[in-house]
């Protein structure tokens, strides 16, 4: 187990019991798609978010527990969709539910996951909390409408790179750590919170799922050009195949010659990874890929800044080790 799973652990186990529980259907194929994609593996980093966040800002409470379960939700509703949207035959390293069972049932059984998530949110009664996750559903649905309307473009630079992670990817950590840090908020404001102290707890704890969201997607885009299928979940290149302009990319575009800049367009308009080898021996000779990980290094050191505002704990060194592990796959 990951130290920062260790860390939380028993509500980490909490968790993952709640979410087993709130896949329960009637319809046997949903619980069927929903167990095989929570059962998948992966890290559950943004559910940790929330817990550390929580237990970091003093919690004491348990809605933090529903909240996680809520977040990894809203973050498996959108896998499925968009395995759906991506054409992905490969997650985590297993078959993805659209190849298994078709891509009706995938979209269908992520509208379920998504809905559940707002029955959950009900039974926790926060509206503030529920304006958080409102707003970040919808950011999320823009920033993949926007990667898909951005496919094939070559022209694509790093403002437009950025807003689109912080939409896709960052804007769950961010909610993530948000949340946690409201709930603690809410519960010392009851008794003795000195509201612009929280409020300014609150802020921090968000900036750091921000930049912990693009470190972590960064560094995933950089995995595309320099892991294995094995390593990464993924087929390599799949980005390349899908015409994703992604910071390696975009750094090798606009930092070699007009020849390989035209392999590179050529590829990304045409969505095609048949030149992957000569690509990658492009990127690897305009340094993009040691670019991308200090842009990706400095996401994570944001992250670490931002923790300055909270009170010393176990947790907010946890929480400071987890910046370190979005980027520890690249270096």
């Known amino acids: 187990m990951l130290?920062?799973?260790?860390?939380?652990?028993?509500?980490?186990?909490?968790?993952?019991?709640?979410i087993i529980a709130n896949l329960q259907s009637n319809v046997g194929l949903v619980e069927n798609i929903g167990h095989y994609i929570v059962g998948s593996g992966g890290k559950r980093l943004r559910p940790v978010v929330v817990l550390l966040s929580a237990l970091a800002s003093g919690y004491q409470g348990k809605q933090h527990l529903t909240m996680a379960a809520v977040i990894e939700f809203i973050h498996t509703?959108?896998?499925?969709?968009?395995?759906?949207?991506?054409?992905?035959?490969?997650?985590?390293?297993?078959?993805?539910?659209?190849?298994?069972?078709?891509?009706?049932?995938?979209?269908?059984?992520?509208?379920?996951?998504?809905s559940r998530a707002f029955q959950m949110l009900v039974d926790v009664g926060d509206m503030p909390i529920m304006?958080?996750?409102?707003?970040?559903?919808?950011?999320?649905?823009?920033?993949?409408?926007?990667?898909?309307?951005n496919a094939g473009n070559s022209a694509i630079d790093e403002a437009t790179y950025y807003e689109v992670i912080y939409r896709k990817t960052a804007k769950l950590f961010?909610?993530?750590?948000?949340?946690?840090?409201?709930?603690?908020?809410?519960?010392?404001?009851?008794?003795?919170?000195?509201?612009?102290?929280?409020?300014?707890?609150?802020?921090?704890?968000?900036?750091?799922?921000?930049?912990?969201?693009?470190?972590?997607?960064?560094?995933?885009?950089?995995?595309?050009?320099?892991?294995?299928?094995?390593?990464?979940?993924?087929?390599?290149?799949?980005?390349?195949?899908?015409?994703?302009?992604?910071?390696?990319?975009?750094?090798?575009?606009?930092?070699?010659?007009?020849?390989?800049k035209q392999l590179i367009c050529s590829a990304i308009e045409s969505k095609s990874a048949e030149h992957f080898e000569k690509i990658l021996a492009a990127v690897r000779q305009s340094s993009s890929l040691e670019y991308s990980v200090t842009q990706a290094q400095e996401q994570a050191e944001l992250a670490k800044q931002s923790l300055a505002q909270m009170p010393e704990s176990d947790f907010k060194e946890v929480l400071s080790d987890l910046a370190d592990f979005a980027v520890s796959r690249i270096v």
């Open 174 to 260: 961010e909610a993530a750590a948000r949340i946690g840090a409201m709930l603690a908020a809410e519960e010392a404001d009851l008794f003795v919170g000195d509201s612009a102290i929280l409020d300014a707890r609150t802020d921090a704890m968000a900036a750091y799922g921000k930049h912990l969201g693009l470190a972590f997607q960064i560094a995933d885009d950089v995995l595309d050009y320099q892991g294995d299928s094995q390593s990464i979940g993924k087929n390599v290149g799949d980005d390349l195949a899908e015409g994703k302009m992604t910071l390696p990319l975009i750094h090798a575009r606009d930092h070699l010659d007009d020849q390989k």
């Open 131 to 149: 304006g958080v996750i409102a707003d970040a559903t919808n950011l999320i649905s823009e920033g993949e409408v926007q990667q898909m309307g």
């Open 3 to 18: 130290s920062f799973h260790k860390a939380v652990e028993s509500d980490f186990s909490a968790v993952n019991e709640l």
């Open 77 to 114: 509703a959108t896998l499925l969709h968009d395995d759906v949207v991506d054409v992905s035959a490969l997650r985590r390293g297993r078959e993805t539910a659209n190849n298994q069972w078709g891509n009706a049932p995938s979209v269908l059984v992520g509208d379920f996951i998504y």
